[in-house]
Each structure stands twice: as C-alpha cells, then as structure tokens.
C-alpha cells in the first residue's frame, strides 16, 4: 500500500515555479464550487479586474486560460495567426524558437531574427526587420527566462503601427515581477503564467488581446484552429453571457485571485521594485564569491539571473548537491547555454532577502575554494 503524499519542502529558487505564498496554499484549500456558481463567476470578475491591473492594460479581453504558460500561449497564437501570416519571431532564446515552432503548426508563414543568447534586439534591427519581412504579426519574448535577457519594448509598439502589423509578446518572467505597461507600449496579445512573478502554482495562465487584435479574430477567414483556446467561445463563459465552455480549475483560480489581491495589497509599483531591489542584492553576493553575470546590467532580469559555471566546476553536480542536501532548486542552462550557466530565479513570494542570504551561504559552503 502507498504511503500518504510525502513532497520534500524546497526553496524554489530555479526558472519556476516559484514556492506560493502561504495565503495562496490556503485559499487553494477552499472546498471547490461549480464552474458556474455566481460566488465563482464574481471571483472570474475579479481575476480580470486584477490581470488588467498587473499588466496596465485595459482590454476587456482579459482571461487566464486553464493550462500552464504554453497554453497560454498556444492561445495568443491559435487567436491571431491566421494560415499565409507573415510571422516575424526575435529569437534570443529557447523560448522564441518555441514560438516559430507553434506559430508554424497554425499555418503562418514563420520568418525568424535572431540574437547570441543573453543578447537583446535593438529597436534599429527590428525596424530593419519590419522592413525586410513586412509582418502581419512580431512576436518578441519580454523575459526570456533560457538566458536571463529583458527585451526593452519601449517604441516596438509605435514601430508595429507603423507597419500595421499586431504586437505579440511573451511576459512569462515578467508578469508581476517586472515592469511592464502593455497599453502604454502598444502590445496587441500578451500571455504569462501563474507560477513565476504571481507566486501561485502552475496552471492558469494570463491570456489577454488588444482590440486591434480582438478586431482581427472577428474578421478572420478561417475559425480558430484549436477549440479550447478559441477566444470566441471563451469570452462567452468569461464575458455576460456565461455559457459553459469547460470545467475550469476552480481551486487553481482561488488561488490565482488570491496571489493576485496581494500584490494589489503590496502595490505593483512596490511589488516590481522588491524584485529589483533583491535582484541587485542577489547579483553583488553573487559577484562577491567571484562568479560572472551572463548578462550585462543593462538587461538583466531581476526575476530571472544566469550565472556563468566556472571553468573546472560540475555545474550538474553543484545543482544536484543544493536540491539534495539543502532542499534549494536552482536551474541549469537550456540550449545553447546548457552546461554553461546556472539559472537563479528570484521571483514572487521568493523574491525576500531571506531566499538570497540562504542561497549564498550555501554556495560559499559547496563551491571550491
Ligand atoms: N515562455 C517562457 C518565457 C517561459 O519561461 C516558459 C516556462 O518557463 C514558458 C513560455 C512556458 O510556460 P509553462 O512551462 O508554464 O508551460
């Protein structure tokens, strides 16, 4: 017979997720109600109050998708690529080749640019780009958590305008943990996760849709090619009408709202400077024991750190010997940068003084003198 579920506890201090706010778990708790229960519709209100809220954006198209970040993405794409789209993807990591591959399957014409990992695009080389491929949508990836890299969007919307071409952008490792306005910028389709900046477990993920964007999937040619995600008929559950669309993770979303009302509590503004303010903490510890930063300053994401392994050094076994002794994740290198870097993450309720200290009194214990 099976003993009862037996988890070691972990400081989640990897890409994610993230270990949840106490508050979180307990509201998670809550004995479920029907998926179309008034109390859980409002709460559904409440969610897309609340996700306008983080991202600073208005659109009345603003859900969370019951699925993980993929999902989420998977519907940002499903919505607006249409088959013959001109696709331009900036790949600047794993995650953008992840979004080339996807928009590929829904039948876009995929052109990609790309950049060495832990390197952003300029707005003069995205500009050269529009020109060159002349896209109907771009698709960038804010923080792109295989190298630790904040794509700067400031003007990319204007620029996207200009070309009359929608704005796509991948806010995984940014959401809640990194300033982000998407209305002030001009993002058109923006989708996240739950688990990283938020502080909430994996599973409903941010979903949302200018309405430029909202705009162009009333108009398309062809119905969305992926029932599930099909904004059309996920607006008439998470809209007035209410029509039962699936049975959404109802503990999932308690929990989701609850992570959400507390960074409200907190202050967005507040929220986004406690991750840089523990980033830079984290970073001069870091650089104290000698270890080099992947990437420059500049753009370097507090939520999301690479750290270059040093020559002579088992990254593997490092990382295996943190979780194993000291119960601490922390990520190693994905793609081009896998044996070469340790990813740190620092985000949500992990984003404390008291996760770094802990971090760096190990590595001073474990790493060779
Ligand atoms: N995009 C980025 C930038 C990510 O970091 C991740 C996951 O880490 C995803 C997409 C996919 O999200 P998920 O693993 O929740 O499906």
């Given at each position: 017979q099976l003993a009862p579920l037996q988890i070691p506890t972990r400081l989640l201090l990897g890409p994610g997720p993230s270990n949840a706010h106490p508050a979180v778990l307990q509201a998670m708790n809550t004995p479920p109600v029907g998926h179309l229960d008034p109390a859980f519709l409002a709460l559904m209100d409440e969610i897309q109050t609340l996700l306008r809220y983080v991202w600073q954006t208005e659109n009345s198209h603003t859900i969370a998708v019951s699925g993980t970040g993929t999902a989420a993405m998977e519907a940002t794409i499903a919505n607006s690529v249409e088959p013959g789209d001109v696709v331009l993807v900036g790949v600047m990591g794993y995650f953008g080749n992840r979004l080339v591959d996807m928009a590929g399957r829904y039948g876009a014409d995929v052109r990609s640019i790309s950049k060495p990992w832990g390197e952003v695009f300029s707005l003069d080389e995205l500009r050269t780009a529009m020109a060159t491929h002349r896209p109907a949508i771009l698709a960038l990836v804010h923080a792109e958590t295989s190298t630790g890299a904040r794509q700067p969007l400031e003007g990319v919307g204007d620029l996207c305008r200009e070309f009359n071409c929608l704005l796509l952008v991948d806010t995984v490792t940014s959401l809640g943990g990194v300033p982000i306005f998407l209305d002030e910028w001009g993002v058109d389709l923006a989708y996240s996760c739950?688990?990283?900046?938020?502080g909430c477990p994996p599973g409903a993920s941010p979903f949302t849709m200018s309405p430029r964007a909202a705009e162009k999937l009333q108009q398309r040619?062809?119905?969305?090619?992926n029932w599930y995600l099909d904004m059309t008929l996920l607006s008439k559950y998470w809209g007035?009408?209410?029509?039962?669309?699936h049975t959404a993770p109802i503990n999932l979303y308690y929990a989701l709202r609850e992570a959400l009302r507390l960074i409200a509590e907190e202050g967005l503004e507040n929220c986004w400077q406690r991750h840089q303010k523990n980033a830079e903490y984290l970073w001069q510890g870091l650089e104290d024991l000698e270890l080099t930063l992947h990437v420059p300053r500049e753009f370097r994401l507090p939520t999301l750190t690479t750290v270059r392994i040093p020559e002579g050094v088992d990254g593997k076994a490092i990382s295996r010997q943190l979780l194993s002794e000291y119960n601490i994740e922390i990520g190693g290198g994905l793609g081009e940068l896998a044996g070469k870097v340790w990813r740190v993450g620092l985000m949500?309720?992990?984003?404390?003084p008291e996760s770094v200290d802990r971090l760096l009194e190990v590595l001073r214990q474990v790493l060779p003198k």
């Open positions: 739950s688990q990283k900046g938020l040619r062809h119905k969305v090619a007035s009408d209410r029509i039962y669309h949500g309720f992990n984003s404390r």
